[in-house]
């Protein structure tokens, strides 16, 4: 059985081990793959596995001999999941795995918007400190998250343990979803419209999918319904986000901060809207890639996989 991985440097590279994928069958690895060059290096693939190389109809009417799609992530989008059906492929995720590092991100952002730890350190580091009159200085405004109110888009799991942070913190906790599951366990939660959740949360946090429902969800009239002392996370998908809306909102001082992981196009131009802005973190999608995840990703790719061979697949998308 051939096994191909068509990107396997994000998740890999070097600090973990191929093995137990090896020993399924005759594996290749490639680092990165380049459109024009998947059905070259799938063609005689049983099984093939991708990050966020895409295999669309016409790709996929190009690999006669695939069986199996395993797919290095939580989201599936860049599978045409419907000529995999129809094709008898299956299409595995993994979902789950970076639940524990996309929180952490997430709230890696929000503390310094409120803190500016970084920023503060770097200035005490070019003397501003030992210069100072008083015995201390800060050149942002500090806040504190107690009492404040976090507005949630998306209640699945990362969507409720970041709620859980947040009650740590003693915020309270709005919930906006599609489905509104009993949360009675949970003090100083309750579900809200999107515009509720909008106009009354002091730091809205996205964790939703990227659906036809969400792409563009949070645009020049949704940010105009957010206080102007609020903050945006994003550690969901990028294009939930129009960013060209969000950089004018910001300019315009509409909004006090944002702190995104993720943007539409990944890697960025470099004439992105969005750089520069001084109250906008932006990091490099990094949120699922801790050794932990990775390594955690790394074998529940491989559990997919046996269960897949052993006739009783599991985390199928597209059943």
């Known amino acids: 059985m051939n096994l191909v991985v068509l990107d396997g440097y994000t998740l890999n590279p070097g600090d973990l081990s191929w093995d137990l994928l090896q020993q399924q069958g005759e594996l290749t690895v490639y680092d ?11 063609k005689d693939a049983d099984v093939v596995f991708t990050n966020k190389v895409p295999l669309d109809a016409d790709t996929l009417k190009k690999l006669p001999k695939l069986r199996y799609i395993g797919v290095l992530a939580t989201g599936y989008n860049i599978i045409d999941v419907a000529e995999a059906k129809q094709r008898g492929v299956v299409v595995t995720n993994v979902p789950g795995y970076g639940t524990h590092s996309v929180v952490q991100l997430t709230f890696s952002l929000l503390l310094e918007l409120c803190q500016r730890v970084q920023r503060h350190s770097d200035s005490v580091s070019k003397g501003k400190w030992s210069q100072s009159p008083d015995f201390c200085f800060w050149d942002y405004p500090l806040v ?13 799991d990362i969507g409720k343990q970041v709620a859980d942070v947040a009650t740590a913190f003693g915020m309270k906790v709005l919930g906006y979803s599609r489905t509104q599951t009993d949360q009675s366990h949970r003090r100083n939660f309750s579900w809200a419209s999107l515009d509720d959740l909008l106009e009354q949360s002091d730091v809205v946090s996205i964790h939703c999918p990227l659906t036809p429902q969400t792409n563009g969800l949070i645009n020049a009239q949704t940010l105009a319904k957010m206080k102007p002392s609020a903050f945006l996370l994003n550690t969901s998908r990028g ?6 809306d969000l950089s004018d909102a910001l300019k315009r001082g509409q909004l006090a901060g944002a702190g995104l992981d993720v943007l539409a196009t990944e890697p960025p131009p470099s004439n992105h809207p969005l750089f520069g802005i001084d109250q906008c973190l932006i990091t490099p999608h990094i949120a699922w890639a801790t050794y932990e995840a990775r390594n955690r990703m790394m074998g529940m790719v491989v559990s997919n996989l046996v269960s897949y061979l052993q006739g009783e697949p599991v985390n199928v998308v597209n059943r």
């Open 32 to 42: 990165r793959t380049a459109i024009g060059e998947i059905a070259e290096r799938a």
């Open 144 to 156: 504190e998250l107690h009492g404040k109110t976090l507005g949630i888009i998306g209640f699945g």
């Open 239 to 244: 294009p939930i986000i129009v960013e060209e």
